[in-house]
Structures are given as structure tokens and as C-alpha cells.
């Protein structure tokens, strides 16, 4: 049984799928992580996002990410979702869930994933307003 639950998806992503994969035992900590579209950004108002990506390569450096965590900080398991395609205010684009035995390790291991998918992870996001759209995040 694998250790990691990586996915990209145009699917709604579901919380409850990934703090069922992270539940083992033998973890006294779950920590998640749950990015949400919101309505604003700097003084603009959003309408949507649009999260695009190359998927064979995200998927491969999301899997990184996971394998890295579970060696640096000790944890049992992680699961690192994200979504691709058009998303509404209130949509849900990332969930980062990780099962440790102690709770220091799982919040270090999450917050490590999040900042290291978001410098790393080829998934790119466009900004959409009333008066126009932007593309942001966009690297590698």
C-alpha cells in the first residue's frame, strides 16, 4: 500500500478522500491544508479562476514533494490534491492532508508541500475579473 495519494483532477476534490487516505493508527496528527478561490486579490475583484498545468510533470514533481516530506520530516503519509480547469469563488483548488505520528511533524511536512508545490509544481493559475484577467504563478 503506497504511502502517497497524488492527483490531478478537473473533479471536484474532496476532503473527505484525502483525510481517509491519511488516517492510519499509528498517527496521532492529521494536519490539512484546504486552498479556497476567493473573491478578491490585492484591490481587484475576482470572478473565477482558470489553474492550468502540464500534467506528467506536475504529477512526477508533486510526487517529489511527497517522497521528500515523508523522509525530512517523519510522517506516515500524504495525499496532494489539485485541481485543474475553471473554479468559482469558494471552489477548492488544493488539499495538502498528512498523517504523522507527532503533530509538529505533520504541520512542518504540509506547510513544506504547499510552499515547495507552489515555487515548483508546474500548475499555472489565471486570474479573472469584470474588467479583464492575469495570469500569476506563472512559473517554473
Known amino acids: 500500500m503506497s504511502n502517497t495519494s497524488i492527483k ?5 476534490l474532496r476532503l473527505e478522500e484525502c483525510y481517509e487516505f491519511v488516517t492510519d493508527d499509528s498517527c496521532g496528527g492529521i494536519v490539512a491544508f484546504v486552498g479556497t478561490v476567493r473573491n478578491s486579490t490585492q484591490s481587484k ?8 498545468t502540464y500534467k506528467p510533470m506536475a ?4 510526487q517529489q514533494i511527497a517522497e521528500i516530506a515523508i523522509k525530512k520530516f517523519a510522517i506516515k503519509k ?8 475553471m473554479l468559482q469563488i469558494g ?6 492532508t498528512v ?4 503533530r509538529k511533524a505533520a504541520f512542518e511536512a ?7 508545490l507552489k515555487e515548483t509544481v508546474p500548475i499555472w493559475k489565471k486570474e479573472h475579473f469584470s ?8 512559473h517554473p
Open 59 to 62: 504529477i512526477k514533481e508533486m
Open 110 to 116: 504540509c506547510e513544506f508541500a504547499i510552499d515547495t
Open 45 to 52: 475583484e475576482v470572478t473565477q479562476l482558470d489553474f492550468s
Open 99 to 102: 498523517g504523522a505520528p507527532h
Open 78 to 85: 500524504i495525499a496532494i490534491h489539485h485541481a485543474e480547469g
Open 91 to 96: 471552489d477548492i483548488p488544493v488539499i495538502i
Open 131 to 138: 474588467d479583464g484577467e492575469v495570469w500569476v504563478n506563472a
Open 8 to 12: 490531478i483532477t478537473s473533479e471536484k
